[in-house]
């Protein structure tokens, strides 16, 4: 028998993977391929763009958390289309109740907001967590490098966002008022003398004083994450709260895994749900409780639960 013959063997463990996903059409699939932090190098993208024309349709799908899809692939193609892409460095993508793969923006690499390497922490969350099970529903994870927070970490479980507190040394200032000018929030206005006034409870910790200082008066006295947890979107959305602040960036993986051991132990019986509904049950200081046991430096005082979105459509129990 040839080998154009010989029946399709269909590997069933990377169904089980939960990457490919049924289309409408007969024997049809969308392929979700992993992407974290979405961001991918020119030759592979090329060969993404030479299996999709292979076996797929007339375009690929961009998804919302930066994946790329492959549209109409046949289930007979599912070895063949994985065995081109190259499995070692192209992995179909995650589906059900696992760690999802990180978004993030570009981060401080280019970004000249950016504050924090939010593609190292992608990179690393994906290569440490991703596809992790939770027994209980989906977990989404983004990294934001300034409070611009471009990929809404606040809508995902758990929320990174980029943060600087700055401080002042007045000697050092020439009272040219550019910190004021820059300052969106009015955290710093110029006082009687002429020198910057810092407001801390305005503060939102962009860093931008820092960045428009032209004798360094302004500099950095903290850096690292802002985390905010319990959110999610769709029928039900929640918007994650604040639980830890300046975490530092090699800390993710930990601060991560923490919460998920909290997840899985708070969910257990409650069937298909998320984190924030379950900090919503639980109240957030439990979680909070848990947090500070290995981040006493980061974990807040107190927060308030995830905050529903009143979508103005059906009744929420």
């Known amino acids: 028998m040839s080998k154009a013959q010989q029946p399709t063997k269909i590997d069933l463990s990377n169904l089980k993977s939960g990457g490919f996903i049924k289309e409408r059409g007969k024997d049809l699939f969308t392929v979700r391929l992993r992407v974290p932090g979405g961001r991918m190098s020119v030759p592979r993208l090329k060969k993404i763009a030479e299996v999709a024309e292979k076996y797929g349709g007339e375009f690929v799908h961009l998804s919302v958390r930066q994946s790329i899809e492959l549209i ?21 993508a995650s589906c059900g109740a696992r760690v999802r793969v990180p978004v993030a923006c570009g981060g401080c690499e280019y970004n000249p907001n950016g504050l924090v390497d939010t593609q190292k922490s992608a990179q690393e969350v994906d290569e440490k967590l991703f596809g992790t099970a939770t027994g209980h529903h989906k977990f989404k994870v983004a990294f934001a490098g300034c409070p611009f927070d471009c990929p809404k970490s606040a809508t995902n479980d758990v929320g ?60 950095e006295k903290r850096r690292g994450y802002t985390v905010r947890i319990g959110g999610k979107w769709g029928r039900n959305p929640l918007v994650g709260t604040l639980f830890a602040t300046f975490l530092p960036e090699e800390r993710v993986v930990d601060f991560i895994s923490t919460v998920l051991e909290w997840y899985k132990e708070k969910a257990e019986a409650l069937g298909r749900i998320r984190l924030g509904d379950v900090i919503i049950k639980e109240g957030p200081q439990a979680l909070l409780d848990h947090l500070r046991k290995q981040f006493p430096d980061n974990t807040v005082t107190a927060t308030i639960p995830p905050q529903v979105i009143e979508t103005q459509v059906g009744i929420r129990s």
Do not use: H
């Open 72 to 92: 109409n692939i046949n289930f007979k193609d599912f070895d063949v289309v994985v065995e081109e892409l190259g499995e070692a460095t192209q992995k179909v």
């Open 160 to 219: 990174f966002q980029g943060a600087i507190y700055p401080q002042l040394d007045k000697a050092a200032c020439i009272s040219c008022g550019l910190c004021a000018k820059s300052c969106v929030p009015k955290a710093i206005t110029m006082g009687e003398d002429n020198k910057p006034v810092f407001n801390a409870e305005r503060c939102i910790w962009c860093g931008d004083c820092v960045k428009v200082c032209p004798t360094s008066a302004w500099s």
